[in-house]
């Protein structure tokens, strides 16, 4: 700049010494040497500016590669595995339920009603009325060894020894029972009513034991049977011994044989008053003497196993 002021200086120095001194006026001479100086000015500085641009310095890079415009990876998004939502299963709670139990009722020995044979029988009968699911105790005495038989009807049957042993309960729906006494005292049979009240009726045997005396095969007895009512006898035989039985009197009474386990010989349905015949298997046989009769009446029953 300083440079471009002194030429400036310098040219009008020189104009002054060389041109004629105008005719103008002097405000118009300092007018033109304004406008002069300025455009002088103008030049130098484009001058300059152009100097400066011609020599300036293009960097050019030292790296001439090509760099490879970078392809973005995709990242794809992570998954993130949501677990299923469980399903809440409500927890029911199982109550078991007890069955329930049928209450029979307690029976003091004092409250059983007593099965007095009438003497020379072997048999008896107890009649009434049972209300529904009421129950009846009634008792006898037997000897050890011998034979009961019970059944029933319109009632189911409970049988207890002397010591207490329950032979039959009721949730047997027994209604029969038959077998030799185990022990001797007072036994007892329970009646029960089902879902309805009932007429019921128990009838218990104790048949009478016949017994040959030694080095003998045959032998008679003597019952007195009330009227219409049944005498019991047993008998042991061995199988395909011949067993011979008859009765007197003949009119009015009949006779029925079967063995203990039921087997028949000889059905009361008919008129029999006498049997001959082998005996299939050994065995107690029960021998029936059935009463027609109006009266109680005195028989004679003859017995023969040979």
């Not at 020189?14 to 100086?37: E, G, N, R």
């Not at 059983?112 to 044979?117: C, D, E, G, V």
């Not at 005495?141 to 189911?156: P, R, V």
């Amino acid at each position: 700049m300083k440079k471009i002021v002194l030429a400036i200086v310098l040219l009008g120095m020189l104009a002054a010494c060389s041109y004629p001194q105008p005719t103008t006026s002097p405000s118009d001479s300092a007018t033109q040497v304004a406008l002069f100086a300025q455009a002088t000015l103008t030049k130098a500085a484009v001058e300059a500016q152009a100097q400066q641009t011609s020599t300036a310095i293009v960097l050019q890079p030292t790296n001439t590669e090509t760099v490879a415009e970078a392809t973005p990876t995709t990242v794809p998004p992570t998954a993130t595995s949501i677990p299923p939502t469980p399903t809440n299963v409500p927890t029911v709670a199982v109550t078991p339920v007890q069955p329930t139990a049928t209450a029979v009722p307690t029976i003091a020995p004092s409250e059983a009603i007593r099965l007095n044979f009438v003497p020379g029988t072997t048999n008896y009968t107890a009649e009434g009325q049972l209300a529904a699911q009421a129950i009846r105790r009634f008792v006898f005495w037997a000897d050890k060894n011998q034979l009961m038989d019970i059944s029933s009807s319109g009632a189911y049957i409970a049988v207890t020894s002397p010591s207490g042993k329950k032979l039959v309960d009721f949730d047997q729906n027994w209604t029969w029972y038959r077998d030799y006494t185990s022990e001797k005292g007072d036994w007892y049979i329970d009646l029960k009513a089902g879902n309805y009240n009932t007429d019921y009726s128990l009838y218990l045997a104790i048949p009478q034991r016949l017994s040959f005396a030694p080095n003998t095969s045959s032998m008679t007895a003597k019952a007195t049977i009330p009227a219409g009512m049944v005498h019991n006898f047993i008998a042991w035989g061995n199988k395909g011994q011949t067993l011979e039985v008859s009765i007197s009197p003949t009119q009015n009474f009949k006779i029925s044989i079967w063995h203990v386990d039921g087997t028949v010989l000889l059905s009361g349905m008919g008129d029999s008053t006498s049997f001959e015949g082998e005996l299939p298997k050994a065995g107690d046989y029960i021998i029936n003497v059935i009463s027609g009769a109006a009266t109680p009446t005195e028989i004679t029953l003859t017995l023969s196993i040979e």
